[in-house]
């Protein structure tokens, strides 16, 4: 017998049409999921962490990869805002016992749209929150806007558009890894190849490109999603993240027999990565044989040209902060936060990227299949000229754009 609902009963929603703010906005705890949604919006947050405690709850926005405090709402609002949010993302609100994923899709205003991955995690005190805000790529996006300097773009310029090999991007989670790797496959030519990718999962759709969505509930993994794709006769293929050797194994086989991948790797430093994916068990003259380039990237939060100010620290702290001592001499200082209503009072607005591009030349190769150290590729690279993290730090605080406290905290390892 098929269920009919009650006369009156509001109408379930499709969940391929977004949902429109007026059908938010009718009841306390809706309207303050609505007005936190515009809020982050506002702030160009990237996540909303709502988070259960014993003596009450509170929300939280992270901006600029620094979370923040937004409210902290009475207790009895926490189970419908959370009730609320599960509804709409198509999410089980009987199952609050294990983790759940789900998609939101909003319509906030007549032209304004958001789009948010929700992640749902049973703790102590109720079930916590996380919405992922997804964003769509922006037309003008380069290589240049995101922090790469004219020969680091010069260099991965050159390495993407060989006709086979493997080029890595390596940093921490959040680092924009994923992104410069969207922009790369921008920047090919989507008609004249065939571009497919492995994601886990596909946040942004791409016209021209084949994605496919890892499942390793029904088990379709990196490694197997790759070697499918390896018969679906493709040129570039990129490879969401190497997590494991059956994935790094295939992904340089594949850049041996005249494909182009892409790929990730949660390593510090460019150096570093190959280290890693030898003492994965990879043969160190397959890897010589295949490896291209190695990029390595941070995020460092933007001051915001509002309101930042040129640093009262001596010249002698400078200095031992990497700042150069002849422009200190000469009068120069960097620039510090300092807050303001345009940038909500954090004294930055934005991140840009800082790159260290390592082209793997003979002589790194050669070392390769010595199984060289991390210290001697290292040492390799700076003989080849190839700046550190801390290095395109600093000179983003010499251009004006971060901070000496920023540039530090982001590369801690230099």
């Known amino acids: 017998m098929l269920f009919t609902p009650p006369a009156g009963a509001p109408a379930i929603p499709d969940p391929k049409r977004p949902l429109d703010a007026a059908e938010l906005d009718d009841a306390p705890a809706v309207r303050l999921l609505t007005d936190t949604l515009r809020a982050s919006r506002a702030r160009q947050a990237s996540d909303i962490h709502v988070e259960p405690f014993e003596a009450g709850w509170r929300i939280r926005l992270r901006i600029d990869g620094v979370l923040h405090e937004y409210a902290r709402p009475p207790a009895h609002l926490r189970d419908a805002l959370i009730t609320r949010t599960k509804v709409l993302a198509r999410m089980d609100i009987a199952e609050r016992r294990v983790p759940q994923d789900g998609r939101l899709r909003i319509?906030?205003?007549?032209?304004?749209?958001?789009?948010?991955?929700?992640?749902?995690?049973?703790?102590?005190?109720?079930?916590?929150?996380?919405?992922?805000?997804?964003?769509t790529l922006p037309p003008d996006l380069t290589l240049a806007s995101l922090g790469f300097d004219a020969e680091q773009a010069r260099i991965v310029e050159s390495a993407t558009r060989a006709p086979h090999g493997l080029v890595l991007v390596t940093g921490p989670t959040g680092s924009g890894k994923t992104l410069s790797l969207y922009c790369v496959l921008q920047m090919l030519d989507r008609d004249a190849h065939n571009i497919c990718?492995?994601?886990?999962?596909?946040?942004?759709?791409?016209?021209?490109?084949?994605?496919?969505?890892?499942?390793?509930?029904?088990?379709?993994?990196?490694?197997?999603?790759?070697?499918?794709?390896?018969?679906?006769?493709?040129?570039?293929?990129?490879?969401?993240?190497?997590?494991?050797?059956?994935?790094?194994?295939?992904?340089?086989?594949?850049?041996?027999?005249?494909?182009?991948?892409?790929?990730?790797?949660?390593?510090?430093d460019a150096p570093a990565a190959i280290a890693r994916l030898l003492d994965i068990g990879i043969a160190p003259y397959n890897l010589a044989a295949a490896l291209r380039l190695v990029t390595a990237q941070r995020l460092v939060r933007r001051l915001c040209t509002a309101c930042r100010m040129p640093s009262d620290a001596p010249a002698r702290v400078l200095s031992e902060a990497g700042c150069d001592p002849a422009a200190l001499a000469s009068g120069w200082r960097p620039f510090v936060a300092r807050g303001c209503a345009v940038c909500h009072g954090i004294g930055y607005r934005g991140r840009i990227g800082i790159h260290q591009t390592m082209p793997v030349s003979p002589s790194l190769r050669e070392r390769v299949v010595a199984r060289a150290s991390v210290g001697e590729l290292t040492r390799q690279a700076e003989r080849e000229r190839v700046g550190s993290l801390r290095d395109a730090a600093l000179a983003r605080v010499r251009d004006g754009t971060t901070s000496v406290a920023e540039a530090l905290a982001a590369t801690p390892d230099a």
């Open 107 to 135: 319509a906030l205003g007549e032209h304004e749209r958001a789009d948010y991955r929700v992640s749902s995690l049973p703790t102590l005190f109720g079930e916590k929150l996380v919405l992922r805000r997804l964003e």
């Open 197 to 268: 990718t492995v994601e886990d999962p596909a946040e942004i759709q791409l016209e021209g490109i084949n994605q496919v969505g890892v499942s390793d509930k029904a088990g379709l993994t990196f490694a197997t999603a790759l070697r499918a794709l390896l018969r679906q006769d493709p040129d570039i293929i990129m490879v969401g993240e190497i997590r494991d050797a059956e994935t790094a194994d295939v992904a340089i086989k594949a850049a041996q027999t005249g494909h182009l991948v892409l790929s990730t790797l949660h390593t510090n």
